[in-house]
């Protein structure tokens, strides 16, 4: 009798929903910057149309909504404070507002997330903000996004980074 194998172990469910949750939550934070929908507005078209349904026959991941609510509404609420944090991590002639939106929603979301969910390890946060970035913008411009995030890392979280 042939042994059966095992069905690989799916990965880390939990992930996938954050991993999902942070891309929505940038492209929440794009379409607020580029129509200037409001927070409630934004947070009923994603729940409803987009989370875990597929649109235009483009299938999207379940995200977890509490972690996709707390980004987007994180950085609503601090984003007067994370600006000035993310133009300091620029590179000197480039301020924020002369970034693309996109990765403006990037950088915002990354360096909310590092500031406020210690629960995450800040590499994760980087490397997963890094990841969003590939599906909206060139190698080139995700080195910018890896840049500027572990900067702002080792500012919020500066005992982590020293650890190596």
Known sequence: MADQKKPAKSPDKKANRRGAARLAAVQALYQMDIAGAGINDIFAEFESHWLGNEVEGDKYLPAEAAFFRDVVSGVVRDQARLDPLIDDALQKGWPLKRIDAILRAVLRAGSYEL???????GRVVVSEYVDVAH???EKDETGMVNAVLDQIA???????????
């Open 135 to 137: 599906a909206f913008v």
């Open 115 to 121: 500031e406020h969910r210690k629960d995450v390890p």
């Open 154 to 164: 080792r500012q919020f979280r500066s005992d982590e980074f020293a650890r190596g």
